[in-house]
T-cell receptor
Framework: QKEVEQNSGPLSVPEGAIASLNCTYS??????FFWYRQYSGKSPELIMS????GDKEDGRFTAQLNKASQYVSLLIRDSQPSDSATYLC???????????FGKGTMLLVSP | DAGITQSPRHKVTETGTPVTLRCHQT?????MYWYRQDPGHGLRLIHY???????DKGEVSDGYSVSRSKTEDFLLTLESATSSQTSVYFC????????????FGSGTRLTVV
């Protein structure tokens, strides 16, 4: 069973701080990873994808991938109250073209 | 999202009745998926489709069936609804490439009483 593990949180950070969200995956064959943000009562929306070892930056968001450690992370700089949501990590299953999701980490950014 | 719609948005049904949820896309994507989301379990794959009339089971397929007679429509049927199927159901679409990920619909909140 392919698994993606996340700490459920909540992770509480003050406004303006860096939020660090982490994820590990079990399938060493997974090559692509995605971060989704889900506000309460809404559907998940894609915010970042990463395929290569190292960092990928997009605005205030940086995704990090370490395939040797099977570890993916998402950093949110200058966190805002509007970033308060649940963040889902997902690994792409190439053989099936499906995503396996972690259970999500709730982020709370306090003003 | 504009390219994917789910209907209905909310439904209350009685135990033992059949229920069909509809997912419609305008993106012409090859892959369509049905997930359910429950507290403590996250998003779990029910069924997915990789083309017209081509479907496969996910990890929680018991009690569900699907059909895809057109590229744009993917139907999820609960053959005889049970209280354990009370959940939020999400449809998603994808071109099926490793770089693409999914786009999700707005979800259907189903309550079985």
């Amino acid at each position: 069973q392919k698994e993606v593990e996340q700490n459920s949180g909540p992770l509480s950070v003050p406004e303006g701080a860096i939020a660090s969200l982490n994820c590990t995956y079990s399938d060493r064959g997974s090559q692509s990873f995605f971060w989704y943000r889900q506000y309460s009562g809404k559907s998940p929306e894609l915010i970042m994808s990463i395929y290569s070892n190292g960092d990928k930056e997009d605005g205030r968001f940086t995704a990090q991938l370490n395939k040797a450690s099977q570890y993916v992370s998402l950093l949110i700089r200058d966190s805002q109250p509007s970033d308060s949501a649940t963040y889902l990590c997902a690994a792409w299953n190439s053989g099936y073209s499906t995503l396996t999701f972690g259970k999500g980490t709730m982020l709370l950014v306090s003003p | 999202d504009a390219g994917i719609t789910q209907s209905p948005r909310h439904k209350v049904t009685e135990t033992g009745t059949p229920v069909t949820l509809r997912c419609h896309q305008t993106e012409n994507h090859r892959y369509m998926y049905w997930y359910r989301q429950d507290p403590g379990h996250g998003l779990r794959l029910i069924h997915y489709s990789y083309g017209v009339k081509d479907t496969d089971k996910g990890e929680v397929s018991d009690g569900y069936s699907v059909s895809r007679s057109k590229t744009e429509d993917f139907l999820l049927t609960l053959e005889s609804a049970t209280s354990s199927q009370t959940s939020v159901y999400f449809c998603a679409i994808s071109p099926g490439t490793a770089s693409s990920g999914y786009t999700f619909g707005s979800g259907t909140r189903l309550t079985v009483v």
